[in-house]
């Protein structure tokens, strides 16, 4: 289980939705993953019929990798596919920290995101019954480094300001089912805790990258280059 993560939600349009899929997983995600301090990306997509929604979650080594060197170099330097898919991005609102607590194992292809109206405390007992429940996999606690996670940066200058959130509660689970019926069970236990006033959004997966993975993929490409095929 990873000790920190960075969470990233927006919104695109339909028309967009294509390019942002193909900057996001044939040049961002690979990009940052390559950053010391990224351990892995996964990507979500909101189970809604008429938002284009996507919940970005990288795992990270500690919350200091927000604020390292390396990292802001890239956030400072955009690339040109970026500087066109940045401005386009709608209800964007990003949080990064230390994973306060995790109970299960693993990840599932369906998430339920809390974004929290402030720093839980005393949620063990909660995580614990949650986990317990049929098909989910895990559910984990992230703190929000406010400070690490609202310094300037030049992709920020071109978003126009980003939402931010105290705190991210994380449920997994093998079906959409589970996590509607562990919100149905827990919701008295859940209701204090969201700072977004409205139902709860439940989010698939479609894509992640493991920094092995893109080790790799450049070990690949490099072969590829030396012995190019007739």
């Known amino acids: 289980m990873t000790s920190a993560m960075l969470a990233i939600w927006s919104d695109v349009t339909p028309e967009q939705e294509t390019d942002y899929l193909h900057w996001l997983t044939r040049e961002h995600t690979a990009e940052r993953v390559g950053i010391p301090g990224f351990e892995a990306v996964r990507v979500f997509r909101a189970d809604l019929p008429e938002v284009c929604r996507y919940l970005i979650l990288y795992d990270l080594a500690a919350p200091s990798v927000l604020t390292s060197p390396a990292y802001l170099e890239r956030l400072n330097a955009p690339t040109p596919w ?34 929290l109206s402030r720093p839980a405390v005393d949620t ?78 439940l989010y698939t997966a479609v894509f992640s990258l493991r920094k092995a993975e893109l080790d790799v993929g450049a070990a690949d490409a490099a072969i590829r280059s030396a012995h190019p095929t007739a």
């Not at 940045?86 to 299960?104: D, E, H, I, K, S």
């Not at 194992?105 to 369906?110: D, I, L, R, V």
């Open 82 to 115: 970026s500087q066109r898919i940045m401005p386009t991005l709608q209800n964007f609102a990003r949080g990064g920290g230390w994973v306060r607590a995790v109970r299960g194992t693993g990840g599932g292809a369906h998430l339920l995101p809390l974004r």
């Open 124 to 201: 063990e007992p909660l995580l614990e019954a949650l986990a317990a429940e049929d098909r989910v996999c895990a559910a984990r606690l992230l703190e929000v480094d406010r400070e690490g996670s609202d310094v300037p940066t030049s992709e920020k200058a071109l978003r126009g300001g980003d939402g931010g959130f105290p705190g991210l509660l994380l449920i997994e689970a093998a079906a959409p089912a589970a996590l509607r019926h562990a919100l149905s069970g827990h919701r008295e236990a859940l209701a204090p805790l969201s700072t977004d006033g409205e139902d709860p959004t």
